[in-house]
């Protein structure tokens, strides 16, 4: 069956690293998106994609990166995380952007910056 | 720029009672409307859409929702709720303006919890 993964699915790390979050899926879909989790502020869109190549910003872009090579693929990069990036990150897909089209979500990751 | 309201952040029911969540949306243009839901530990999953047609729609596990679209809301109701609709509810609102969507843009949610 076709689905969309993520991993990590736990992540500590500590302030200024550099963190990738990997997020594959196999529906074939063109567009993909990562979102934030935050209690009290739902879900925000940092940046997605509508097929190779190409990459938006979202919402809250700021810190953060992506790239898509393939149709599978779209790592969200933390260039040099912060405390205030502690989170649950969702990748989610989407067929195209015809009306009426729904997303996709992965399990999430849970990203920790101490 | 979109935005969605959802107007009960907590809400305690008890089982078989009946459930109405409040979403309202800003934006003078055309929109598809969502609700996900995440059970604990879970994914998001799509619980029901609009988009276009009759205003009253279904969804999964006797949940509905109705567009009114002179009030820019999209309410969800469930007649008699069980224990297993214990979760985090979301309504989601996706804007088209001409050349496509961009991602959703979601309420902060409401944190149902059903008592037996």
């Known amino acids: 069956d076709a689905e969309i993964t993520q991993s990590p699915r736990h992540k500590i790390t500590e302030t200024g690293r550099q963190v990738t979050l990997a997020c594959h899926q196999t529906w074939n879909h063109n567009n993909m998106f990562w979102y934030r989790q935050d209690l009290g502020h739902g879900l925000r869109l940092i940046h997605y994609s509508y097929g190779v190549h190409d990459t938006n910003k979202g919402e809250v872009s700021d810190g953060y990166s992506v790239s898509r090579s393939n149709t599978e693929d779209l790592p969200l990069t933390l260039e040099s995380a912060a405390s205030s990036q502690t989170s649950v990150y969702f990748c989610?897909?989407?067929?195209?952007?015809?009306?009426?089209?729904?997303?996709?979500f992965g399990p999430g990751t849970r990203l920790t910056v101490l | 720029a979109q935005s969605v309201s959802q107007h009960n952040h907590h809400v305690i029911l008890s089982e078989a009672a009946s459930l109405e969540l409040g979403c309202n949306y800003s934006?003078?243009?055309?929109?598809?409307l969502f609700w996900y839901v995440q059970y604990p530990g879970q994914h998001l999953q799509l619980l029901l859409k609009?988009?276009?047609?009759?205003?009253l729609v279904k969804g999964i596990k006797g949940f509905e929702a109705e567009f009114i679209k002179s009030k820019f809301s999209f309410n969800l109701r469930k007649p008699s709720v069980q224990w297993s609709d214990t979760a985090e509810y979301f309504c989601?609102?996706?804007?088209?303006?001409?050349?496509?969507?961009?991602?959703?843009?979601f309420g902060k949610g409401t944190h149902l919890i059903i008592q037996p």
């Open positions: 989601a609102v996706k804007a088209y303006s001409g050349g496509g969507a961009d991602g959703l843009t």
């Open positions: 934006y003078g243009g055309t929109v598809n």
């Open positions: 989610a897909s989407s067929e195209r952007q015809l009306q009426g089209d729904e997303q996709f």
């Open positions: 609009y988009f276009s047609g009759d205003p």
